[in-house]
């Protein structure tokens, strides 16, 4: 297994100048982070939803991301517009979150302690059926938006600010919806005493029906974007799992605005450690962080925030 | 009574079966299978050792991959760089992994349930991506290879595990042996206060058990069985590779565990076994059998969630019960000592 870094150094191409070359690489590399952090905090955040409703570990996750980019690279190459791709991937996503928890969710959820074991055998199944009907070869998929801006110095992607600004669209929109809608009410209702609900008439099933939908299709809303800026192949999702848990862990097991922020943090603190040392060394650090967060502060970093 | 007889001689048949697999294998098939079963018996410790955390403490582990690997490593560093013999490497090996589970131990039993298998998995990852960059000592992905030592030398008689007989029955006593130790761990008053943990923490603190101290035990055994693991599949494979530390590793091996029973002794042992041979056969004919052992392991959860074990239990007592003969108050207690409770119904501790 090769240590693929998600946040790593891939954007940096091209010096202007060497003398910026130094401190323009250390804040390439911080911007990088910054536009990994918000997507990984839309995957987290779909991880942390299913997490504060359903009160299960979702081991799948990081496959529903890699699924993500995968069908994105499908969905792209034979409509020949990304953009479709990208409005219809979320709703697959949404579809197939819907099928899961029937399917497979539902039925085990009185065992919360093995829904970690059947969504590991989700994740295997995931990851083998891509394997089996997509293929192993990593593939690579040309950014929609082509060309560069100058950034401190550096030539940077334009998609990769685009990516960054959509998800942090996205983020915003998931928001709004969970605070002005009855819909996002009735999620916030679930999550804060599923009892209550139920006697106030929230049809509590199908909420957690639709949660489990939504942070699935978030996952994979997360792969689509990222689709352009990393490999597509079938393991991509084995490297995407731990920094969402990270982030989970950090901003606090079930805290939705801890998530993001614990997201952004760890990337940017992933970004500028990588640009000292080695990727591998910058993981290192942030597990450490993170054991260090768990052990202080279980509840996490940002407990005081609202739930 | 008579269920209790059914047990003793089926576990006594499956040992007369272990032992009587390389004479009888290459009657039958290819002697390729004994190095199988003998891969199967080094596994099944590792899946023996989620077992005790999960079956017998109530604790899920998603990193005793980690112990795996500290294992493997301790053996084959200790050859290696000491020129240690196949005792002394599977001795460093466990006491190793022992150290290792006493350091990570000594934070992650503070932590239960879902933070628990959290803190597991990030301890096993953060040592999985040092092995993977400690290339010079480990050999990272690509590991490092040794010959295998003398197991027994005295004047003329060399046991050496290039002989494939010698090498299955060294594994095979050594695995009895941990499965003997286990058995009487887990039938001692420490066993007694493990379940008492598992089933609820709270009063096994209020009648003076030491939570904690429990849970630290069971973890550093825990690590021993993985280690012995480790050490054993190094002998195995004359190798050692950074990759046996993923977290996928643990994942299987708690698959393992549950499809075997958790909360049974050889569980485990039966859920490798069958998860092993699928690999095998399925793997001749597709290659993609993880995704056969995915649909399994969702299966066993949602029909079976006590595994072989909860089947075999079920059996016997539909067997005797329809029959009628059996007293039933015998069969309870029977089932209850030899099947403490499923994980199941692991309680979520405070």
Same mark, same amino acid.
């Given at each position: $297994?090769?240590? #693929? ?60 991301? $890699?699924?993500?980019?995968?069908v994105a690279l499908v969905l792209a190459t034979s409509t020949g517009s990304y953009w479709l791709a990208l409005l219809l991937v979320p709703i697959i ?12 969710? #539902?039925?085990?959820?009185? !065992?919360?302690?093995?829904? +970690? ?9 995931? !990851? ?8 192993? !070869?990593?593939?690579?998929m040309a950014a929609p938006i082509e ?12 998609y990769?600010?685009f ?23 009735? +999620? ?17 099933? %199908? ?17 689509a974007i990222?689709a352009p +800026? ?6 991509? /999702?084995?490297? +995407? ?9 950090? /901003?606090?097991?079930?805290?939705? !605005? ?10 940017? $603190? ?12 910058? #993981? ?22 609202? %739930? | ?23 009888? &294998? ?23 050792? =989620? ?43 466990? =006491? ?68 494939? @007989? ?34 609820? *923490? ?7 058990? *030491? =939570? ?36 996928? &590793? @643990? ?40 995704? =056969? ?58």
């Open positions: $297994m090769i240590v #693929r870094c998600a946040a790593g150094a891939c954007g940096a191409e091209g010096a202007n100048d060497i003398g910026g070359f130094v401190s323009g690489l250390v804040l390439a590399l911080a911007v990088n982070g910054l536009v990994w952090g918000l997507i990984i905090a839309l995957i987290a955040l779909g991880l942390s939803i299913i997490f504060g409703l359903l009160d299960i570990i979702n081991v799948a996750h990081g496959d529903f991301f $890699m699924l993500g980019t995968v996503g949404f579809v197939v979150g819907l099928v899961l928890e029937r399917v497979i969710i #539902r039925p085990t959820i009185r !065992q919360a302690s093995l829904t +970690i074991v059947t969504t590991f055998g989700l994740s295997m199944m995931l !990851q083998e059926g891509v394997r089996a009907t997509y293929g192993a !070869q990593p593939r690579r060309g560069t801006i100058p950034l401190f110095g550096i030539d940077y992607d334009v990769r600010i990516a960054a600004a959509f998800a942090a669209l996205c983020l915003i929109a998931f928001f709004v919806f969970l605070t002005r809608t009855k819909l996002g009410t009735w +999620i916030r209702a679930v999550r804060h005493d599923p009892e209550t609900a139920t006697a106030l008439g929230v049809p509590v099933a %199908r909420i957690c029906a639709i949660t489990f939908g939504l942070g699935t299709a978030m996952a994979l809303l997360g792969g990222a +800026i990393t490999t597509v192949e079938f393991r991509t /999702g084995v490297d +995407i799992l731990p920094f969402c848990f990270m982030a989970v862990i950090i /901003g606090g097991l079930g805290n939705l !605005q801890g998530t993001v922020a614990a997201a952004l943090l760890l990337a940017v $603190m992933e970004g500028l450690v990588t640009s000292v040392t080695d990727p591998t060394i910058a #993981r290192i650090v942030s597990l450490g962080f993170m054991s260090a967060a768990l052990l202080v502060r279980p509840n996490g970093l940002f407990s005081g925030a609202t %739930r | 009574m008579t269920a209790k007889i059914i047990s003793r001689a089926a576990l006594i048949l499956t040992f007369v079966a272990l032992a009587a697999v390389p004479m009888v &294998v290459p009657m039958l098939s290819s002697p390729f299978w004994i190095d199988i079963i003998a891969e199967i018996l080094i596994w099944s410790l590792l899946a023996a050792s =989620v077992n005790l955390l999960l079956g017998y403490v109530g604790l899920l582990s998603f990193g005793q991959a980690l112990y795996f690997g500290v294992g493997m490593y301790g053996a084959a560093l200790s050859v290696i760089h000491w020129g240690a013999g196949f005792w002394g490497g599977l001795a460093i090996g466990i =006491v190793a992994a022992m150290l290792m589970a006493a350091v990570a131990g000594s934070v992650a039993v503070r932590l239960t349930w879902h933070y628990f298998a959290i803190i597991t998995v990030v301890f096993s990852l953060i040592l999985y991506f040092a092995a993977m960059s400690a290339k010079p000592l480990t050999g990272g992905d690509d590991g490092i290879s040794f010959s295998a030592p003398q197991i027994f030398s005295l004047g003329d008689l060399k046991l050496s595990l290039a002989d494939q @007989s010698v090498q299955y029955y060294t594994i095979l006593l050594v695995v009895a042996g941990i499965y003997a130790l286990f058995s009487i761990v887990v039938r001692s008053p420490l066993g007694v206060r493990f379940v008492a943990v598992r089933e609820n *923490n709270r009063r096994a603190a209020l009648i003076g058990i *030491n =939570v904690y101290l429990t849970r630290y035990v069971a973890f550093i055994l825990a690590g021993a069985l993985a280690g012995a693991s480790g050490a054993l599949f190094a002998f195995f494979g004359r190798y050692a590779s950074a990759s046996y530390m993923f977290y996928h &590793v @643990s994942g299987e091996a708690v698959v393992w565990a549950i499809v075997g029973g958790a909360g049974s002794l050889l569980g485990p042992l039966f859920g490798t076994g069958l998860l092993i041979v699928l690999r095998e056969i399925i793997s001749a004919y597709w290659e993609h059998y993880l995704f =056969v052992v995915g649909a399994l392991t969702i299966l066993v959860v949602m029909f079976a969630p006590r595994g072989l074990a909860g089947l075999w239990s079920d059996a016997l007592q539909l067997l005797f019960v329809s029959k009628g003969t059996a007293r039933s108050d015998n069969l309870v207690d029977t089932e209850a000592r030899a099947q403490p409770k499923p994980a199941t119904n692991v309680t979520r501790g405070g």
